[in-house]
């Protein structure tokens, strides 16, 4: 059935038309001794009428259609500004007065007028404040958030109701038809507390937008806890109890919302300068990933990475010192805020000795207080302003020492540990990078371009885990075949909570050296995520956040991202467009492939992805078998082009379920080679087996 469309204009039309009829009955009403009792509620509904009609003209303008967090919460301000502002001169000139029964009567023409004033204003005004605030209440939204808002709704309406249908007001009476109206309320108001919780938006601000707009959310506080006796006491009940009671249950809501959202704020501020450290590490891992895929140029490349290391850990000198084999020593490849004069005398200092203590040991190296450490005193000689000092390897596949990279702070003590992984971090991309750059300049020589990816695929293979997680009596085993030298299979875990292991498995579209530097990119991206998100559906989803702009428009990611809990026996997962996942059932000798819905990481930016990704749940229990793998393993095919498939991998489990999980995936390899009988395999092919 197609739905009606109905013309924003014509209801913007049909909303004043009808606020014009309200404000003729009100002038009746006030002129004339008559009684309009059964006029009063088609009063009501007409203004009931307007608000929804108003409302459906709102939320289609470009004002309120913004997704950006600045433009929206800017937004709110100059409405509640605005609003302000109306009453403010409209009360000045008018110096309205009620009596005090309910609802209030005007004691003037004045009176009246301004009761109509301050009615329009609260549909013109409050109507978009509430959709602004729904807007930031769907920011990064939860499954549950639509049905509270749902319920929020029929509980206001059902409040607007009893206070219309009893004439009484919004407060906390509960003798006779008072209990009704008050009970009705309460449920609103706890299910406005449910939805003043969700802040999550928050905490996607910069620290500086964080500290700002905490300031402004007291100032919103205190200006909503005032907003209903400055503005709308008595004059809007006096037009309409219908419009009193949504004005009351809308400021009872924004006010709820913008304590909520302050306290939130008070909470993220002592934390908001590590989220931003965060966030600047998963950007420049991002970056960097590209500049590898990218840049084959080794003085380029060097240089990029001491200015990106420079940045994201705040040093303030950093340089990269690279092994030069012809003359078998070491040479300043890049370096940031150094002159050339200081670099010269790079060899007439401990900054020498610290260099060979690191290419013995292989290992990085922290100063945090430079003046007492009596071994490399001269550095203060060389450079008076360095406090601190910290050092790390670059490091081969073979385990050779390409280089080093060094970064200094003025003060004592400047670098954390998290200072000392990012370097790290830095030093084994820089590795990575020059790897590729030197495969790429001898690639015109066949056997020697052979021979360098044999070594980038060993630095492919140091990326994947070299030891398994401990996982109480759960017993896991893996397997990775590359179709060629190098490939775009990966799997890693990850640490999540007590008694709790992630596992995430993913496969990048293509082959070859394009598909290991965007795994090389997957791994550093969900290495930083991981550290602030566990949940399999929020780690897939800001990956994809992340990952969308950098893959080109032909490529994606399939990955599928698991949390085992083994004292629960509880799996939950997501899969974005991955394989489903194999769970053999030893209580019923059971064959299940789990498959929620999910699209692959890098199709779709944000909403289509988050809408169609689902989490899923599976309870475990002892023997289960859990097999997550790549579709290089289904896909398999023999000489006559037939596919390994699921079901056969599923029989394979299932017949041998009773070995252990090391001798079962020995199993699985002598299936899939007798049935390949030869063949070679035309994709890579990841297994992972997990048994309970």
Same mark, same amino acid.
């Given at each position: 059935?197609?739905?009606?469309?109905?013309?924003?204009?014509?209801?913007?039309?049909?909303?004043?038309?009808?606020?014009?009829?309200?404000?003729?009955?009100?002038?009746?009403?006030?002129?004339?001794?008559?009684?309009?009792?059964?006029?009063?509620?088609?009063?009501?509904?007409?203004?009931?009428?307007?608000?929804?009609?108003?409302?459906?003209?709102?939320?289609?303008?470009?004002?309120?259609?913004?997704?950006?967090?600045?433009?929206?919460?800017?937004?709110?301000?100059?409405?509640?500004?605005?609003?302000?502002?109306?009453?403010?001169?409209?009360?000045?000139?008018?110096?309205?007065?009620?009596?005090?029964?309910?609802?209030?009567?005007?004691?003037?023409?004045?009176?009246?007028?301004?009761?109509?004033?301050?009615?329009? *204003?609260? =549909? &013109?005004? #409050?109507?978009?404040?509430?959709? +602004?605030?729904? %807007?930031?209440?769907?920011?990064?939204?939860? /499954? !549950?958030?639509?049905?509270?808002?749902?319920?929020?709704?029929?509980?206001?309406?059902?409040?607007?109701?009893?206070?219309?249908?009893?004439?009484?007001?919004?407060?906390?009476?509960?003798?006779?038809?008072?209990?009704?109206?008050?009970? *009705?309320? =309460? &449920?609103? #108001?706890?299910?406005?507390?449910? +939805?003043?919780? %969700?802040?999550?938006?928050?905490?996607?601000? /910069? !620290?500086?937008?964080?500290?700002?707009?905490?300031?402004?959310?007291?100032?919103?506080?205190?200006?909503?806890?005032?907003?209903?006796?400055?503005?709308?006491?008595?004059?809007?009940?006096?037009?309409?109890?219908?419009?009193?009671?949504?004005?009351?249950?809308?400021?009872?809501?924004?006010?709820?919302?913008?304590?909520?959202?302050?306290?939130?704020?008070?909470?993220?501020?002592?934390?908001?300068?590590?989220?931003?450290?965060?966030?600047?590490?998963?950007?420049?891992?991002?970056?960097?990933?590209?500049?590898?895929?990218?840049?084959?140029?080794?003085?380029?490349?060097?240089?990029?990475?001491?200015?990106?290391?420079?940045?994201?850990?705040?040093?303030?000198?950093?340089?990269?010192?690279?092994?030069?084999?012809?003359?078998?020593?070491?040479?300043?490849?890049?370096?940031?805020?150094?002159?050339?004069?200081?670099?010269?005398?790079?060899?007439?200092?401990?900054?020498?000795?610290?260099?060979?203590?690191?290419?013995?040991?292989?290992?990085?190296?922290?100063?945090?207080?430079?003046?007492?450490?009596?071994?490399?005193?001269?550095?203060?000689?060389?450079?008076?302003?360095?406090?601190?000092?910290?050092?790390?390897?670059?490091?081969?596949?073979?385990?050779?020492?390409?280089?080093?990279?060094?970064?200094?702070?003025?003060?004592?003590?400047?670098?954390?540990?998290?200072?000392?992984?990012?370097?790290?971090?830095?030093?084994?991309?820089?590795?990575?990078?020059?790897?590729?750059?030197?495969?790429?300049?001898?690639?015109?020589?066949?056997?020697?371009?052979?021979?360098?990816?044999?070594?980038?695929?060993?630095?492919?293979?140091?990326?994947?885990?070299?030891?398994?997680?401990?996982?109480?009596?759960?017993?896991?085993?893996?397997?990775?075949?590359?179709?060629?030298?190098?490939?775009?299979?990966?799997?890693?875990?990850?640490?999540?909570?007590?008694?709790?292991?992630?596992?995430?498995?993913?496969?990048?579209?293509?082959?070859?050296?394009?598909?290991?530097?965007?795994?090389?990119?997957?791994?550093?991206?969900?290495?930083?995520?991981?550290?602030?998100?566990?949940?399999?559906?929020?780690?897939?989803?800001?990956?994809?956040?992340?990952?969308?702009?950098?893959?080109?428009?032909?490529?994606?990611?399939?990955?599928?991202?698991?949390?085992?809990?083994?004292?629960?026996?509880?799996?939950?997962?997501?899969?974005?467009?991955?394989?489903?996942?194999?769970?053999?059932?030893?209580?019923?000798?059971?064959?299940?492939?789990?498959?929620?819905?999910?699209?692959?990481?890098?199709?779709?930016?944000?909403?289509?992805?988050?809408?169609?990704?689902?989490?899923?749940?599976?309870?475990?229990?002892?023997?289960?078998?859990?097999?997550?793998?790549?579709?290089?393993?289904?896909?398999?095919?023999?000489?006559?082009?037939?596919?390994?498939?699921?079901?056969?991998?599923?029989?394979?489990?299932?017949?041998?379920?009773?070995?252990?999980?090391?001798?079962?995936?020995?199993?699985?390899?002598?299936?899939?080679?007798?049935?390949?009988?030869?063949?070679?395999?035309?994709?890579?092919?990841?297994?992972?087996?997990?048994?309970?």
């Amino acid at each position: 059935m197609k739905k009606i469309q109905v013309p924003p204009k014509l209801l913007l039309s049909i909303s004043i038309l009808l606020g014009l009829a309200t404000f003729v009955f009100d002038y009746l009403k006030f002129e004339s001794a008559l009684s309009f009792t059964q006029w009063q509620y088609i009063h009501e509904t007409l203004t009931i009428v307007i608000i929804l009609f108003f409302y459906g003209y709102v939320k289609e303008t470009v004002f309120l259609l913004q997704t950006k967090l600045s433009s929206i919460l800017k937004n709110l301000i100059k409405l509640l500004t605005g609003l302000y502002v109306w009453v403010l001169i409209f009360k000045f000139i008018m110096s309205p007065t009620y009596s005090a029964a309910f609802p209030p009567i005007p004691d003037t023409f004045t009176a009246l007028l301004f009761s109509n004033l301050t009615s329009i *204003a609260a =549909i &013109l005004f #409050l109507a978009p404040l509430i959709l +602004l605030v729904k %807007n930031l209440i769907y920011f990064k939204q939860r /499954s !549950r958030t639509k049905i509270y808002i749902s319920l929020a709704l029929i509980s206001t309406l059902l409040t607007m109701f009893f206070s219309v249908y009893f004439q009484l007001p919004l407060d906390f009476q509960f003798t006779g038809d008072g209990f009704y109206v008050s009970s *009705a309320l =309460i &449920l609103s #108001l706890i299910l406005y507390m449910i +939805l003043g919780s %969700n802040n999550t938006w928050i905490t996607y601000l /910069s !620290r500086k937008e964080k500290y700002s707009y905490f300031l402004v959310s007291l100032i919103m506080v205190w200006a909503l806890s005032i907003l209903y006796d400055f503005a709308f006491l008595d004059s809007v009940a006096a037009h309409s109890i219908a419009l009193d009671s949504f004005t009351n249950l809308a400021w009872y809501f924004l006010t709820i919302y913008a304590f909520f959202s302050s306290v939130t704020f008070l909470f993220h501020l002592p934390t908001a300068r590590v989220f931003d450290r965060k966030m600047k590490e998963v950007s420049s891992l991002h970056h960097l990933g590209r500049v590898i895929s990218s840049e084959y140029d080794q003085k380029k490349l060097v240089n990029i990475i001491t200015k990106m290391t420079m940045e994201v850990i705040e040093s303030n000198h950093t340089w990269i010192e690279l092994y030069d084999e012809q003359h078998d020593a070491l040479y300043v490849a890049a370096a940031d805020n150094l002159e050339t004069k200081e670099l010269d005398s790079f060899y007439n200092h401990s900054v020498q000795e610290i260099g060979l203590k690191i290419i013995e040991t292989k290992q990085s190296i922290t100063l945090n207080n430079v003046l007492k450490e009596k071994e490399f005193s001269s550095i203060k000689t060389w450079r008076k302003d360095i406090g601190s000092l910290a050092a790390a390897p670059l490091i081969d596949a073979k385990g050779k020492v390409l280089g080093l990279i060094f970064a200094t702070k003025s003060y004592e003590f400047g670098f954390d540990p998290d200072d000392l992984k990012m370097l790290e971090a830095y030093a084994n991309q820089a590795a990575i990078a020059l790897e590729n750059a030197k495969l790429v300049k001898n690639s015109l020589e066949r056997e020697r371009l052979e021979q360098e990816l044999q070594i980038a695929r060993e630095v492919q293979m140091r990326l994947l885990p070299q030891s398994l997680p401990e996982s109480g009596s759960y017993k896991i085993d893996t397997l990775t075949i590359t179709a060629y030298e190098v490939g775009g299979d990966y799997y890693d875990f990850f640490p999540s909570k007590e008694n709790n292991f992630g596992l995430i498995i993913g496969d990048v579209s293509g082959k070859g050296t394009s598909a290991a530097f965007y795994m090389a990119e997957t791994k550093g991206i969900i290495q930083s995520i991981t550290r602030n998100y566990f949940s399999p559906y929020d780690i897939l989803v800001n990956t994809n956040s992340i990952l969308f702009d950098s893959l080109e428009k032909k490529s994606f990611i399939t990955l599928l991202v698991a949390q085992i809990d083994y004292k629960k026996q509880l799996l939950r997962f997501a899969r974005g467009g991955h394989c489903p996942v194999l769970h053999y059932k030893a209580a019923g000798k059971e064959i299940s492939f789990l498959q929620p819905s999910g699209i692959a990481v890098g199709l779709d930016k944000g909403n289509i992805f988050k809408e169609t990704l689902k989490e899923e749940k599976v309870k475990l229990a002892h023997n289960d078998i859990l097999a997550f793998y790549t579709d290089g393993l289904s896909e398999a095919m023999d000489k006559n082009n037939i596919e390994f498939g699921d079901d056969r991998l599923g029989e394979i489990i299932k017949n041998n379920a009773h070995l252990d999980v090391e001798s079962l995936k020995e199993k699985v390899i002598d299936e899939i080679l007798a049935f390949l009988d030869g063949q070679n395999l035309h994709d890579d092919l990841t297994l992972v087996l997990v048994k309970c």
